[in-house]
Each structure stands twice: as structure tokens, then as C-alpha cells.
């Protein structure tokens, strides 16, 4: 059932917005935060004393005045707490500690079989955030919760892995799995939906409405941002574009189809067009170290792979007309080698193209894109709307998981 608006709703409520209005807008006094909310002077001052007193909020100097004293200035404070995200890709994951407004404070990589079972992939995680929370710095809150990124068919709500072709992991209970470990809320989504949030967080989306997040890894994902908020679709499993077919009788794909689009514009795709043009094996790193040399091969795989993300970009363009494309994830590593090809394709396939201004970009965020994002999915949660962890005792500092 939900919550009624009484009294002690409508506080939590007005005090969120003014913890968030400083998130977001930045230093202001208290004049101004009581202009901004349309709350009166008396109760901002009220709140605002017990996000002083949590330490969410502090005083930083004073503000400029035509007449009487100068205002003091507020200001969000971001190392009251932490977050860990999580990017887990085929064979490695990264994982970041943010501070509350997404900034990274520390970060580690690592490795497993890509073969592994989701048990010991588990393991590994919970050994890897608790060694990253304890380097963190005391603070107010800790450790307020975990961001897991997954390359898979994800249901948000219950955070449960249905399928992870690339992982070969099916019906995996991640959420209740790591919760159970960890000992703080954790959410789950498919990397892609992170990237987007990512982006739209804290990089290139903050200044538009919509935007199109490709990540562009070991598989191909898109995660769609759509009036500020990510569009799941009626099942949770909206912008699963990395599958929609660009060659009818193309190349078999884990899902089972033929011809995806992840296919040919992946990292996957890369490393197995180089294959096929030098007759040999390498990583996706030496491709690119050896396509900056010029070397044909290397370069045209990367053209190759261009060429198919630029098809994918027009049809989702034609589609959506999305004001930015952000393409992340480990091929945008390649820079304006892939990109050169992508917009070259577009320029000339995209109907779209011909009558709309169209904004394609490489991840600002690059490598930490989705981490970034699975950081942000807890950001998100924590400050959407009351904020019933303030009965917290402001005096519990704690560190860490």
C-alpha cells in the first residue's frame, strides 16, 4: 500500500528536495534554496540544519551581498558516503568507489575464466569491494550500497540475471546472492542501462533530455534515456538493439539468431574480422596499437566493425532521432579510428541524417562508463525520493562493506 502524506512523509519529502537541489545545482544559501523549492524560510532552515547535523550538508564561507551581512553558503557533501560499481564484462570486471555526486575515488580490475560459474565469479567480487572499501576514508555513511553492471537480460526489480549469452549464466539470483554477502542494498541492470545513466549522470547527457548509450564491448548494448529517465519497456528489457538483425542469412549468434547486430559491431566482431584477414589470433589491444601503426589489417577490422556500428546508429536514428548517440565500452578506445567510419556511414545511409543535426560521441567516461553507471543506479535509488536512512545516528561513522 502506499505511504500517505502525513507530516513525517512530507518532511522526508521536502528535505530530499533540498539535499537534491544542492546535489545538483551547487553552492547557494539559504535564501536561495528557499526561492528555488518554493519552501519557506523557517522550514529551510530547519532541514538544512539536520543535513548539517547528518553531515550531508556543510557550510562553505560566505556568499556576496549588495546590503546587510553576507549570505552562508551550502553545499552538498559528497564524501559522506560511498558507492561501489561494478562493471562485470566476460572474463573481468572493474570496479569503482564514488564518492555521493559519482566522482571516482578508487578503482581495481580483475580476471576470471570466462568460463567461470557464477558462484566463484561471486567469490571474487565479494573479496575485491571488500578490499576496495577499505581503503576508502572514514566518512558518515560508509558503504551506502552496490551497482552491478551486467552484459545480460536483466529484471531490475528483483535483480536476477535471466540470461547472460556471452557469460552463459541463466536465472542467476545476483542480487540476493552479493546482498547476502555484502550486508547493503544492491542493484542489478544491464550494463548498457548503466552506460546511459552513467552518461547522463555525471558526463556528456547532463545537457539533453534524451540520449542513446551504445556500449560496444565483448557484445553490443544500448541503453536509452528518454525525459531524463531510462526507458525499460514493458517487460524491463528495452534497447536490447544489439540484437536486431543486419544481415538476414549473416553470422549465428549466441542468442541463437542470425545476422545481430553484435555480430558485426562488437568487440567480438573485431577480433574475429582481424582473424579472418591476418589469419591469426591477438587481443583486442593490439589491434588497436597496430591500427594506429597503420597496419592494413588491423586498420581495415576496425573499419569493418566502423562501418556495421554506423548501420546499427542509422537505424535507431531513423527510428528515435535521439539528440546524442554516446558509443562506450571498450572499442571506444579506438577513437576517431572508429568513430571516422561510424559517421561516414551514418552521413551517408541515415535518412535522418539528411534533414536532422546528428550528435554521435565517444564516451567521456570511457573505460568506466558502466561502472560509472552501476555507481549512479545506487545514486539514483538513495536520493529519489524520502530519505528515511537520515534516522541514521549522525554519530555512526563507519567505513567500508
Same mark, same amino acid.
Given at each position: 500500500?502506499?505511504?500517505?502524506?502525513?507530516?513525517?512523509?512530507?518532511?522526508?519529502?521536502?528535505?530530499?528536495?533540498?539535499?537534491?537541489?544542492?546535489?545538483?545545482?551547487?553552492?547557494?544559501?539559504?535564501?536561495?534554496?528557499?526561492?528555488?523549492?518554493?519552501?519557506?524560510?523557517?522550514?529551510?532552515?530547519?532541514?538544512?540544519? *539536520?543535513?548539517?547535523?547528518?553531515?550531508?550538508?556543510? *557550510?562553505?564561507?560566505?556568499?556576496?551581498?549588495?546590503?546587510?551581512?553576507?549570505?552562508?553558503?551550502?553545499?552538498?557533501?559528497?564524501?559522506?558516503?560511498?558507492?561501489?560499481?561494478?562493471?562485470?564484462?566476460?572474463?573481468?570486471?572493474?570496479?569503482?568507489?564514488?564518492?555521493?555526486?559519482?566522482?571516482?575515488?578508487?578503482?581495481? #580490475?580483475?580476471?576470471?575464466?570466462?568460463?567461470? %560459474?557464477?558462484?566463484?565469479?561471486?567469490?571474487?567480487?565479494?573479496?575485491?569491494?571488500?578490499?576496495?572499501?577499505?581503503?576508502?576514508?572514514?566518512?558518515?555513511?560508509?558503504?551506502?550500497?552496490?551497482?552491478?553492471?551486467? /552484459?545480460?537480460?536483466?529484471?531490475?526489480?528483483?535483480?536476477?540475471?535471466?540470461?547472460?549469452?556471452?557469460?552463459?549464466?541463466?536465472?542467476?539470483?545476483?542480487?540476493?546472492?552479493?546482498?547476502?554477502?555484502?550486508?547493503?542494498?544492491?542493484?542489478?541492470?544491464?550494463? @548498457?542501462?548503466?552506460?546511459?545513466?552513467? *552518461?547522463?549522470?555525471?558526463?556528456?547527457?547532463?545537457? =539533453?533530455?534524451?540520449?542513446?548509450?551504445?556500449?560496444?564491448?565483448?557484445?553490443?548494448?544500448?541503453?536509452?534515456?528518454? +525525459?531524463?529517465?531510462?526507458?525499460?519497456?514493458?517487460?524491463?528489457?528495452?534497447?536490447?538493439?544489439?540484437?536486431?538483425?543486419? %544481415?538476414?542469412?549473416?553470422?549465428?549468434?549466441?542468442?541463437?539468431?542470425?545476422?545481430?547486430?553484435?555480430?558485426? @559491431?562488437?568487440?567480438?566482431?573485431?577480433?574475429?574480422?582481424?582473424?579472418?584477414?591476418?589469419?591469426?589470433?591477438?587481443?583486442?589491444?593490439?589491434?588497436?596499437?597496430?591500427?594506429?601503426?597503420? %597496419?592494413?589489417?588491423?586498420? #581495415?577490422?576496425?573499419?569493418?566493425?566502423?562501418?556495421?556500428?554506423?548501420?546499427?546508429?542509422? +537505424?535507431?536514428? +531513423?527510428?528515435?532521432? /535521439?539528440?546524442?548517440?554516446?558509443?562506450?565500452?571498450?572499442?571506444?578506445? @579506438?577513437?576517431?579510428?572508429?568513430?571516422? /567510419?561510424?559517421?561516414?556511414?551514418?552521413?551517408?545511409?541515415?535518412?535522418?541524417?539528411?534533414?536532422?543535426?546528428?550528435?554521435?560521441?565517444?564516451?567521456?567516461?570511457?573505460?568506466?562508463?558502466?561502472?560509472?553507471?552501476?555507481?549512479?543506479?545506487?545514486?539514483? #535509488?538513495?536520493?529519489?525520493?524520502?530519505? =528515511?536512512?537520515?534516522?541514521?545516528?549522525?554519530? +555512526?561513522?563507519?567505513?567500508?562493506?
Amino acid at each position: 500500500m502506499p505511504r500517505t502524506g502525513d507530516q513525517t512523509y512530507i518532511k522526508e519529502l521536502n528535505r530530499s528536495i533540498v539535499l537534491n537541489t544542492l546535489r545538483f545545482q551547487g553552492e547557494m544559501s539559504r535564501t536561495q534554496l528557499a526561492a528555488i523549492t518554493g519552501l519557506n524560510k523557517a522550514t529551510i532552515s530547519s532541514l538544512v540544519d *539536520e543535513l548539517i547535523s547528518a553531515q550531508l550538508v556543510i *557550510e562553505v564561507g560566505h556568499g556576496t551581498s549588495q546590503i546587510g551581512r553576507r549570505p552562508i553558503l551550502l553545499m552538498f557533501n559528497a564524501p559522506a558516503g560511498f558507492v561501489i560499481g561494478i562493471d562485470l564484462q566476460v572474463g573481468f570486471a572493474r570496479i569503482v568507489a564514488t564518492n555521493l555526486s559519482g566522482k571516482i575515488e578508487q578503482a581495481v #580490475e580483475c580476471s576470471f575464466e570466462s568460463s567461470s %560459474e557464477h558462484q566463484d565469479v561471486i567469490e571474487i567480487l565479494v573479496e575485491k569491494v571488500g578490499e576496495l572499501s577499505g581503503k576508502l576514508p572514514p566518512s558518515r555513511l560508509g558503504v551506502v550500497g552496490v551497482g552491478v553492471a551486467v /552484459p545480460a537480460l536483466v529484471d531490475f526489480l528483483r535483480g536476477i540475471v535471466i540470461n547472460a549469452p556471452n557469460l552463459k549464466w541463466k536465472d542467476v539470483h545476483l542480487k540476493a546472492l552479493l546482498e547476502n554477502r555484502l550486508n547493503v542494498p544492491v542493484y542489478v541492470d544491464n550494463e @548498457a542501462n548503466a552506460g546511459a545513466l552513467g *552518461e547522463k549522470l555525471s558526463a556528456l547527457g547532463q545537457s =539533453v533530455s534524451d540520449l542513446i548509450y551504445i556500449s560496444a564491448g565483448y557484445g553490443l548494448g544500448t541503453g536509452l534515456i528518454v +525525459n531524463h529517465e531510462l526507458l525499460r519497456g514493458a517487460n524491463g528489457v528495452a534497447g536490447e538493439f544489439g540484437h536486431m538483425i543486419v %544481415e538476414p542469412q549473416g553470422r549465428r549468434c549466441h542468442c541463437g539468431n542470425q545476422g545481430c547486430w553484435e555480430m558485426y @559491431a562488437s568487440e567480438k566482431a573485431l577480433l574475429n574480422e582481424y582473424e579472418r584477414l591476418a589469419g591469426r589470433t591477438t587481443t583486442t589491444e593490439e589491434i588497436l596499437s597496430l591500427a594506429r601503426s597503420h %597496419e592494413p589489417h588491423a586498420f #581495415e577490422a576496425i573499419q569493418f566493425v566502423g562501418r556495421y556500428l554506423g548501420i546499427g546508429i542509422s +537505424n535507431i536514428l +531513423n527510428a528515435l532521432n /535521439p539528440p546524442l548517440i554516446v558509443i562506450g565500452n571498450k572499442l571506444s578506445k @579506438a577513437g576517431g579510428l572508429l568513430l571516422r /567510419p561510424v559517421q561516414q556511414t551514418v552521413t551517408s545511409r541515415c535518412f535522418v541524417a539528411a534533414y536532422a543535426d546528428v550528435n554521435i560521441q565517444l564516451s567521456s567516461l570511457g573505460q568506466d562508463a558502466c561502472a560509472v553507471g552501476a555507481a549512479s543506479l545506487v545514486l539514483h #535509488e538513495y536520493f529519489s525520493g524520502p530519505m =528515511v536512512h537520515m534516522s541514521v545516528d549522525a554519530g +555512526n561513522m563507519r567505513k567500508g562493506v
